[in-house]
Nanobody, 124 residues
Framework: QVRLTESGGGSVQAGGSLRLSCVAD???????IAWFRQAPGKVREGVAV????????FYGDSAKGRFTIARDTAKSTVYLQMNNLKPEDTAMYCC??????????????????WGRGTQVTVSS
């Protein structure tokens, strides 16, 4: 299994930006790395996913137009650039790897390796 470490979370005001990082210890062993988020009392939500080899990207509806996922293969890192943040973006953000099914790239149940997460708090 891939070990994942997130960083970059914090507290920002609405309209601000943050860049999250996810470092994978064995980057080439996983075909996809995804970002998910979960707010208290809510279901875990798929934010974005990237192919580690080709760089193809896919976004959840809440991320389209504001968030960008990217990878740096030399640094074994996937980034999530989040712009124009809103209070409803407040959540614990986790990255995931080791996809077991290609039927749901933004389905949390399809991934078996998870990081501990980084908290994002957006105030109005």
């Amino acid at each position: 299994q891939v070990r994942l470490t997130e960083s970059g979370g914090g507290s920002v005001q609405a309209g601000g930006s943050l860049r999250l990082s996810c470092v994978a210890d064995i980057f080439s062993s996983t075909d996809f790395i995804a970002w998910f988020r979960q707010a208290p009392g809510k279901v875990r939500e798929g934010v974005a996913v990237i192919s580690t080899a080709g760089g193809a990207t896919f976004y959840g509806d809440s991320a389209k137009g504001r968030f960008t996922i990217a990878r740096d293969t030399a640094k074994s890192t996937v980034y999530l650039q989040m712009n124009n943040l809103k209070p409803e973006d407040t959540a614990m953000y986790c990255c995931a790897a080791d996809l077991t099914s290609t039927n749901g790239l933004l389905d949390a149940a399809a991934y078996t390796s998870w990081g501990r997460g980084t908290q994002v708090t957006v105030s109005s």
